[in-house]
């Protein structure tokens, strides 16, 4: 009997080593992930200013010279030269607002990476089951479904915007949320459901010790 309460004792402390371990790797990946996020954003916005002060007439590329040019969209390519374009287009105002999408799904991604690393912090600090940890899953979920429709939205704008800038105007663009984006949403939301629940019980087991 003690024999088996002892190799019990030792089970949990190695597996509670075990999970520390894997929490303090998943607070550093979500660390570096988000540090890494807004370092991006932050050079893509640099891009954008000084590409917004340089004259539009130094960025003038001739289809002419592009013959052999494809461009890879969702796995479709696309020749110029299939396209029989001919004239120039002038790239200022399509890298800048390349830059601003880019910046614009990022900042989706940095928000989230935020609050997943303060909900790891929580769960390293063995406090899994608070009412913050419940509203970040919430806020995660319903901004994860707004970004499923938004993103995918304004990808669709942009590349209308480029294909008008080179003169496909034939150019059929089909929008569709992102089906993962959108179950990953409202697994969160059912996620922070559990979550409030375990708060709430474990609200009521304190009170009553």
């Known amino acids: 009997m003690y024999n088996s309460e002892c190799k019990g004792v030792i089970y949990m402390k190695k597996t509670n080593n075990n999970t ?3 929490l303090n790797v998943s607070y550093m990946i979500t660390r570096v992930l988000e540090i890494g996020t807004y370092a991006l954003i932050g050079i893509l916005s640099l891009v954008a200013i000084v590409f917004l002060v340089i004259p539009a007439n130094t960025l003038v590329v001739s289809l002419d010279q592009m ?3 494809e461009l890879m969209v969702n796995q479709i390519s696309v020749a110029i030269s299939s ?7 002038t790239l200022k105002w399509l890298v800048v607002l390349g830059t601003t999408f880019l910046v614009f799904s990022l900042l989706f991604a940095g928000v989230f990476l935020y609050h997943l690393r303060h909900i790891i912090d929580l769960v390293k600090e063995d406090k899994p089951f608070l009412y913050e940890n419940a509203n970040r899953l919430y806020f995660m979920g319903k901004l994860t479904i707004v ?3 938004l993103i995918p939205i304004v990808s669709s704008l942009f590349l209308m915007y480029a294909f008008n800038l080179v003169g496909f105007q034939e150019a059929d663009i089909n929008f569709m949320p992102n089906i ?3 179950f990953v949403g409202f697994l969160l ?3 922070g459901s559990v979550f409030e629940k375990g708060a709430y019980l474990q609200s009521e087991y304190d009170q009553t010790v």
């Open 189 to 191: 939301i059912v996620l």
């Open 67 to 69: 013959s052999d040019f």
């Open 20 to 22: 520390s371990k894997i």
């Open 83 to 89: 396209l029989g374009l001919t004239g120039s287009i």
């Open 180 to 182: 993962t984006y959108l």
């Open 147 to 149: 970004a499923s429709i």
